[in-house]
């Protein structure tokens, strides 16, 4: 079993910068693929960026490349990964959800089992 917070969402302007934190807990976080997810009002909810369980592969979406980075921090009692949002853009607007899944990188929703409540980031022009 895996639960997960996300936090670090908020407020900015086009162009600034955002670190979302998404902490884990359970025992095998560490052998866990983990991924970013995004939704924004009226959309569906779409892939962001992912990596795997000892954060040697990463993916992202088209629209966040060379913009945001996903990373984590697999040490005893900071399980954790992140993802670093520069140069921000309005069409960035959504909440930001943080997935956990056993397998291989999904790119997809139904690779991941399980899922954060989410935070929202919000990007004025």
Sequence with gaps: QVQLVESGGG???????????CAASGRTFSSYTMGWFRQAP??????????????????YADSVKGRFTISRDNAKNTDTVY???NSLKPEDTAIYYCAANSGTVSTTLY?????????QVTVSS
């Design 11 to 21: 407020l900015v302007q086009a162009g600034g910068s955002l670190r979302l934190s």
């Design 83 to 85: 993802l670093q949002m």
């Design 111 to 119: 690779g991941y089992r399980y899922w954060g409540q989410g935070t």
């Design 42 to 59: 009226g959309k569906e909810r779409e892939f962001v960026a992912g990596i795997n369980w000892n954060g040697g592969s990463t993916y």
